[in-house]
């Protein structure tokens, strides 16, 4: 006969333990934290490009890339005129963790940083299990995929306080249905705020600019 | 981990570790089943088996107070249609317990 002796711990409790650090001291500077996750190619780097050309000087934003390999969209960041940019090369895993976005951090100056971008590794699967110590994950998605996305990896969507559909510019030359894709994500998560925007042309980006800004206010009044 | 908690609570061998997977962990059982079974060979703990708790995705209505399965993973209530339902279960990925022979 066996015995049961308890353990009750979490698998992910040393990513957790790291990500409540992160939490802490992001909180205690007053910088809103966001984990960009979604599939390869939606257009992660793209939206932090506009979002770094259109609030650039006017709030202060630090950012942190993640690719499996290169260190391309961290050095497309310092391009846009990312001031604050610290790429993480995760040689071959598939998605962001704690301790890898707390060394990131440890290697930029944070002082009076408003935002932090985590732009994490292209993968709607592993990236939603590990916190990072954000404040909401921002999930995106583009026209070019199927609009089923939020039915296929709904654990992504149901853990995502946004969801960006990018690339609106290129409705109607594939079968992707925004009000379908809108309808799937919400049943998944109610709560999802929706933003419709083409990183290419600026389209319906202004929204987001103003979310972001909101983000920051509240944030500094410590309503977050 | 498991072998953490085994010096830990000073325990020397073990026949079983005790996992709880909600649905929506990103886990799958059978492929983690298969994983342990390899990573666990030539270690201390060989020949310990993985035995999986699934735990099904529920919510709660936040408008109603229903409690229900969101099969598909829907946090749709199915008495008042309600969106705004919170998750009570379903992200779990714990280790439970350990066995001893």
Redesign the interface.
């Known amino acids: 006969m ?11 409790s040393e990513n957790d333990r790291i990500a409540a650090q992160i939490r802490e001291k992001l909180g205690a500077k007053r910088i809103v934290a966001l984990n960009l996750v979604s599939s390869p190619g939606s257009g992660k780097t793209s939206l932090l490009e506009r979002t770094l050309d259109a609030l650039n000087g006017d709030i202060k934003m630090a950012l942190v890339a993640g690719d499996v390999q290169t260190e391309n969209d961290a050095k497309r960041l310092i391009r846009a005129g990312g001031m604050l940019v610290r790429p993480i090369v995760t040689g071959g895993a598939c998605h962001l963790d704690a301790s890898m976005v707390s060394n990131a951090l440890n290697q930029l100056d944070l002082t009076d940083v408003d935002v932090l971008f985590i732009e994490n590794v292209g993968n709607l ?2 990236p ?2 590990y916190d990072l110590g954000e404040d909401m994950k921002v999930v995106v998605i583009s026209t070019t995929e199927g609009d089923d996305k939020p ?1 296929k990896y ?2 992504m969507f ?1 853990r995502s306080s946004a969801m960006v559909i990018n690339k609106v510019d290129l409705l109607g030359l594939s079968d992707f249905d925004v009000s379908k894709v809108k309808d799937n994500a ?6 999802l705020r929706i933003f419709e925007v083409s990183c290419r042309t600026g389209a319906g980006l202004n929204d987001w600019y103003t979310w972001l800004r909101e983000l920051i206010i509240r944030k500094k009044r410590n309503e977050t | 981990m498991t072998q953490d908690e085994m010096q830990r609570q000073r325990i020397e061998s073990i026949c079983a570790v005790g996992l709880r997977v909600g649905a929506l962990s990103g886990v799958d059982p059978g492929a983690l089943t298969f994983c342990f079974e390899t990573a666990v060979s030539d270690t201390p703990l060989t020949g310990a088996k993985l035995e999986v708790e699934f735990v099904p995705a529920r919510g709660r209505c936040r408008s109603c107070g229903h409690e229900f399965e969101a099969e598909d993973f829907l946090f749709l209530c199915s008495k008042c249609d309600s969106r705004d339902v919170d998750m009570l279960t379903g992200q779990e990925l714990d280790i439970v317990y350990l066995s001893k022979p």
């Open positions: 066996s015995e049961k002796v308890s353990v009750e711990k979490k698998v992910l699967v592993c939603s299990s039915l709904p654990s149901r919400l049943g998944i998560n109610g709560g």
